[in-house]
């Protein structure tokens, strides 16, 4: 089946430092999603992106969908305490049958601030 | 505008009974989709349905089935459990057919 690579698989930084993260994938996706999850909680929405090339951004959050349409990143500007947790890649492939496919999820990048 | 409502939060069964874990999605939206996660595996897609309809299934065996209602709420059931189901269980609905999925909680299901 298809498979998201997301790294890295951990960062340990230092308030205020920038943030890069990553997701490639063997197949095209039509859609490129980023989520963050805390602990004890369901993922939460942080960026999508539906065009190849779109260079989105949520607030100090910029997210971009690959030209090929088999990457994505995500970075994450003058991080801050509450940035702290796993953050995850999602693709959903193109469209069968008029149906939306599930997505496909990453292996997550887990933030971990320094003090 | 409430979120998706997940229930119970944390289930706690005996290998070889079976569960049934429910999910309210925000109002309107029509698509509901289950997905399981695990440290091992992450966050891995079980099933999808749209008007009461199933519109695509992960590669999960057939113990594991679900249904939703006219209301939209959805409901997945696991037949005899395993360890190995312990998991977090997660639904999400949407309100398009393009990405934009809203997550719950999530239901914790220990299998003892």
């Known amino acids: 089946g298809q498979q998201l690579n997301q790294s890295p698989q951990s960062m340990f930084i230092q308030e205020g430092e920038d943030v890069s993260m990553n997701c490639t994938s063997s197949?095209?996706?039509?859609?490129w999603l980023w989520y963050k999850q805390d602990p004890g909680e369901g993922p939460v929405l942080l960026i999508a992106l539906y065009k190849a090339g779109e260079l989105t951004s949520n607030g100090r959050l910029t997210a971009q969908f690959g030209i090929t349409r088999k990457d994505s990143f995500l970075n994450i500007s003058a991080s801050i305490p509450s940035d702290v947790g796993i953050y995850f890649c999602?693709?959903?492939?193109?469209?069968?049958?008029?149906?939306?496919?599930?997505?496909?999820f990453g292996k997550g990048t887990h933030l971990i601030i320094q003090p | 505008k409430a979120g998706v409502t997940q229930t119970p939060r944390y289930l706690i069964k005996t290998r070889g009974q079976q569960v049934t874990l429910s999910c309210s999605p925000i109002s309107g939206h029509r698509s509901v989709s289950w997905y399981q996660q695990t440290p091992g595996q992450g966050l891995q897609f079980l099933f999808e349905?749209?008007?009461?309809?199933?519109?695509n299934k992960g590669n999960f065996p057939g113990r594991f089935s679900g249904r939703q209602f006219s209301n939209s709420r959805s409901e997945m059931n696991v037949s005899t459990l395993e360890l190995g189901d312990s998991a977090l269980y997660l639904c999400?609905?949407?309100?398009?057919?393009?990405?934009?999925?809203?997550f719950g909680s999530g239901t914790r299901l220990t299998v003892v």
């Open positions: 999602a693709g959903q492939p193109s469209y069968s049958g008029g149906g939306a496919d599930g997505l496909t």
């Open positions: 197949s095209i996706f039509n859609t």
């Open positions: 349905y749209f008007s009461e309809t199933q519109r």
């Open positions: 999400a609905s949407s309100g398009q057919g393009v990405g934009g999925y809203t």
